[in-house]
């Protein structure tokens, strides 16, 4: 494992970068919102990865891509690469099946401890515990009949695959979107931030047993620690309360949390008499001003002053070290750039196939506010950091 000096996204996929609300980066290609009808959706409602109209974005996404530098090439077939058997597996099989193209998937999730494995599942998909699979893998693609040239197109998945290897890198990025809560929490809360409290509330609801409630759903997730934090409900009581199914949806915790505000704000004596509780209760209702309305809205990331910190501590943490630290240390602190994802796309791209980028992240934790682009901050894949993995070039120079 070494390091490959600096690069960024953009190297790969120049502005080719869809976002969670499925606008691309790229201002030739229109997003879900203007772009719905022709993508054959039934409204702009911004679908999860795991829906079937979000296959049909994509596809569309893909088709008009590859329209935009070679219109008369029709895409004939799919290479999809990321990091979880779940939800890329099943995206790339949604996208595979939506677009009617053959296809072959990576999923990459590094584990060092164990021997090296490439193994293959139904539908193409094929699971690899180290990065640097993706040469075999590409290599049993080739051989499989896989034409790899202008009407293929490769989507690779941004978080924890091109960036923040999962099994690696990827716990820099799962760090930095708890700083931005904590951040978040800080400047809202005032002297009524307790981090431990913020902290215990997200250790124990981020658990896959409280999915049912959070929808694993980041947003709702930080606005939940928050409102333990600032005392509308200690988090023993809430944890009982879903457990015993009283509590069943953020939906509903909002539609409680909006009465309970609503109730204080008219200075209710039994809740002023609770100790500790009014100074975080200012901040917490000038945020559920904002969330609550975009909650109502369906607007999947509707905490966007938490995204925002979000932005600001992953951004800090692309090139922050010096070239040469070590290995370890940057894998630990900074936002790497998977070097074996690189060197595969790169490969691709030579051959002239389409390259896209997609994230599920929305734009306030991807993209600068105004205010922040005029200081010259750029948007992560703009951004510039180590590349770091181990080289695969010599095995796909002999493909
Ligand atoms: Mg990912």
Redesign the pocket.
Known sequence: MQTHGTTSLHEIFSDLVILRNLQPFDRRLPGLADAWPAMGLDSARIPRKHEPEYAKASVWFVTQARALELPETPVRELLFI???AMA?GNAFRNLARAGGWPGWCFIGAEKLSAPASLTTEADNVSLGNRWALLADWLTAVKKAGARLDEHTAVVV?M???AIAARGRNASVIDDARVQGLHRTAAGLLGEAFDLARVQAAHNELKEPVYHPFTADNQDYLAYICLAVSAGLIDLPTLVEQIKVGQMRSFEQFIGWADGELARAALRNPVFSEKPGFLPGLDGLQAIHREVYPLVLAGDPTPFKAFRRQEYLCTVERFGCLPEDAPIAQMLAEQVCITQEVRETALWLKRRGCLLLTMSDKPDEATLPSAALAAQGYQPLHRTASAAVGVSIAGQLADL
């Open positions: 990321g990091d979880t890329d998945d978080d924890k695959t």
